[in-house]
């Protein structure tokens, strides 16, 4: 989930920025700082959508850098468990596939991707019984069964429950489902 944070800091601005207008220097430092860096154990930070305040500088002796108490938002993103994603698979392999859901990527073992027993075979996933492949371009729906935020953000992914999988494959069960509605009107 994406979610607006409101964060408050004091942003050191080192003498060499402060050539530039105070809100740019600050503007800057928040980015190398924040984005891209996990807080609260639980949001990865994304991007800077606003500065609310900058309150006057501060210096420290023996640093030559001021210190700007600031208020500011970020966009995080938080997944959650059992929150359903949509992304696309950027990489197969023996362990499972890979899946892009936005800003981070997640990874659904070989025994999630599908309700079947799955092979890996010229980079791609099937299904013994369905023979329903997977494999790097498709589109898919999963479910958030797992997140680790140590470090790095991961999420752990499963495409077995009803709904989830291949989008094209749900499209082939829509397609049977009218298909079969259509059939009992007609001979009823």
Not at 51 to 73: L, N
């Amino acid at each position: 989930m994406y979610e607006i944070l409101t964060l408050k800091s004091k942003i050191r601005v080192p003498p060499r920025a402060e050539e530039q207008p105070l809100d740019e220097a600050i503007r800057l430092k928040i980015h190398e700082d924040f984005i891209g860096k996990i807080i609260e154990g639980k949001s990865l930070l994304l991007g800077l959508v606003s500065i609310d305040s900058i309150d006057e500088g501060i210096i420290i002796p023996e640093d030559p850098s001021a210190y700007y108490p600031a208020t500011f938002k970020l966009l995080g993103y938080t997944p959650t468990l059992h929150e359903v994603v949509k992304g696309q698979v950027v990489n197969i392999s023996e362990i499972g596939a890979t899946v892009n859901v936005g800003p981070v990527d997640g990874l659904a073992f070989i025994s999630q991707t599908m309700d079947d027993y799955v092979d890996f075979s010229k980079n791609a996933l099937v299904g013994r019984k369905t023979k329903e492949s997977i494999k790097i371009g498709d589109t898919v729906t999963a479910s958030i069964i797992a997140i680790t935020t140590k470090g790095q953000m991961k999420i752990g992914l499963t495409m077995r429950a009803p709904g989830l999988g291949k989008i094209d494959k749900k499209k082939g069960i829509k397609k049977k489902a009218a298909k079969a509605a259509k059939g009992e009107r007609n001979n009823g």
